[in-house]
Nanobody, 127 residues
Framework: QVQLVESGGRLVSAGGSLRLSCVASGRTSATYSMGWFRQVPGKEREFVASISWNGDRTYYADSVKGRFTISSENDKDTWSLQMNSMRPEDTALYFC????????????????????WGPGTQVTVSS
């Protein structure tokens, strides 16, 4: 069973930067899509970014494109989300997720496609 743990969430001022990390344990010798989602109370979990196992494909939500960057270090079972030019509307509980894929270049964008989730890390952006 895959277990994920996020870290790096904290309070940051608008315009600032933050880096979230996710560490996975229990993954088998397979390829995975790795992603980041976020959620605020009363709203559905929102896709932020995802990356393919090979690292050759990434996908971002329009709201974070050009500001956030997802990366991965498969040999360390970690992936990260670098967040720059942060805005108050980025405030949310951020979750990392992963799911096996058939191909190393595949990635998922829907929360329903991911089976393994971390408990979340809170990011708060003050104005």
């Amino acid at each position: 069973q895959v277990q994920l743990v996020e870290s790096g969430g904290r309070l940051v001022s608008a315009g600032g930067s933050l880096r979230l990390s996710c560490v996975a344990s229990g993954r088998t010798s397979a390829t995975y899509s790795m992603g980041w989602f976020r959620q605020v109370p009363g709203k559905e979990r929102e896709f932020v970014a995802s990356i393919s196992w090979n690292g050759d494909r990434t996908y971002y939500a329009d709201s974070v494109k050009g500001r956030f960057t997802i990366s991965s270090e498969n040999d360390k079972d970690t992936w990260s989300l670098q967040m720059n030019s942060m805005r108050p509307e980025d405030t949310a509980l951020y979750f990392c997720a992963c799911e096996k894929t058939w191909y190393g270049s595949s990635l998922f964008r829907r929360a329903a496609d991911y089976g393994s989730w971390g408990p979340g890390t809170q990011v708060t952006v003050s104005s």
